[in-house]
C-alpha cells in the first residue's frame, strides 16, 4: 500500500527548490531571453498516456533543484521518485526502483528562456532507467507542464506521458493532524533556508519537539512524543495535480496546501494549516 511506502521511504533524504520569476531580454530586436529561475523546491506529476491502465500510471518527482545560469541540476539525495497507482493511496506504488534499490533519482536540466529540457536518471543493480521531456515554466515561475518519454529498461515497458508541477513554498506554521485513529497532535513546523525542519507541539498536556527535513513536497519528521513514544511521520504537500489524484481522505476532501500523512500504526491522515 502507498502508506507502507512511504513508511518505507523515511530514510531518505531531502532536497530543495525555491523559483523565481523571468527578466526580460535586452537590446535593439529582442535577442534571447534569459533562463527562468526555477532553484527551489518542485512536487511533479509524471502521468502516462501510452500505459494509462497500467498498474502505475501516475508518478511523483519530488526534487530540490539548483541552478547556475542555463543549467539546473539535482542529484540522487535531492531528487525522490514516488509511484502511484490508479487509485492514488488506495493501490500499492509499485518498486522502489525499476532497476533496484531506493527510489532516488539525478536530474539534469538546460533552460531558454521558460523552456526546460530535461534528463532524469535511476540507476540500481540492474542498470539505469532514463526520462526525457521538456516542460514550460509559468511567468510567475510557480508552475510547470509539459511531456515525457521513457524507452523499455530494467523490466519496465516503454513509457510516455504529461507532466505537470508546483513549486513548494517553505513550511512554516501550525498544522493539525487528523488520522483514520482520530485527532493527531498539532504541530508547528519551520523549515530552514538548507530544507531541514524543526517541529515543536502539545499533546495531551506534554510539549514535544520533532526533526526532519523537506525533499520536493515529501517530508519525513522523527522523534519522540509523550503518550505516543518514539514517532515517525511521513507527508507530502497535496499541490493541484496531486489533489486530483488523491481527492478524498477518510472521507474528507483535499484541498491544495494541505499534506497527505502517515503516522504510527500506519496511520493515514491530513495535516491541514491553521
Do not use: R
Request: aromatic share 8%; charged share 5%; with cysteine.
Amino acid at each position: 500500500m502507498v502508506k507502507q511506502a512511504f513508511l518505507t521511504f523515511v530514510f531518505v533524504v531531502c532536497f530543495g527548490l525555491g523559483g523565481c520569476g523571468t527578466s526580460s531580454s535586452g537590446g535593439i530586436g529582442g535577442g534571447t531571453p534569459p533562463p527562468a529561475g526555477v532553484a527551489g523546491k518542485w512536487e511533479i506529476i509524471f502521468t502516462s498516456t501510452q500505459n494509462p491502465s497500467g498498474s502505475y500510471p501516475h508518478t511523483a518527482i519530488e526534487t530540490n533543484l539548483t541552478q547556475a545560469g542555463s543549467s539546473t541540476f539535482a542529484g540522487d539525495q535531492a531528487t525522490f521518485v514516488i509511484p502511484f497507482g490508479a487509485l492514488g493511496i488506495d493501490q500499492p506504488v509499485g518498486p522502489l526502483n525499476p532497476c533496484g534499490g531506493l527510489p532516488q533519482a539525478a536530474i539534469n536540466g538546460t533552460l531558454s528562456g521558460q523552456n526546460l529540457s530535461f534528463t532524469l536518471i535511476e540507476i540500481g543493480s540492474a542498470g539505469s532507467y532514463t526520462v526525457t521531456g521538456t516542460a514550460t515554466i509559468s511567468s510567475d515561475g510557480h508552475t510547470i507542464s509539459g511531456s515525457y518519454t521513457a524507452p523499455a529498461a530494467c523490466g519496465i515497458a516503454a513509457d510516455a506521458g504529461t507532466l505537470n508541477g508546483t513549486l513548494v513554498p517553505f513550511v512554516s506554521g501550525t498544522y493539525a493532524t487528523v488520522f483514520d485513529t482520530g485527532p493527531g497532535p498539532t504541530m508547528t513546523i519551520t523549515e530552514d533556508s538548507t530544507h531541514n525542519l524543526t517541529v515543536t507541539g502539545i499533546y495531551q498536556g506534554s510539549s514535544f519537539t520533532l526533526s526532519g527535513a523537506i525533499v520536493g513536497g515529501f517530508l519525513a519528521l522523527s522523534g519522540n512524543i509523550p503518550g505516543l513514544g518514539g514517532v515517525i511521520y511521513i507527508a507530502d504537500y497535496l499541490n493541484p495535480p496531486l489533489v486530483s489524484l488523491v481527492p478524498a481522505v477518510n472521507g474528507m476532501s483535499t484541498q491544495a496546501g494541505e499534506f497527505l500523512i502517515f503516522g504510527p500504526g500506519a496511520s493515514i491522515g491530513l495535516a491541514t494549516k491553521q
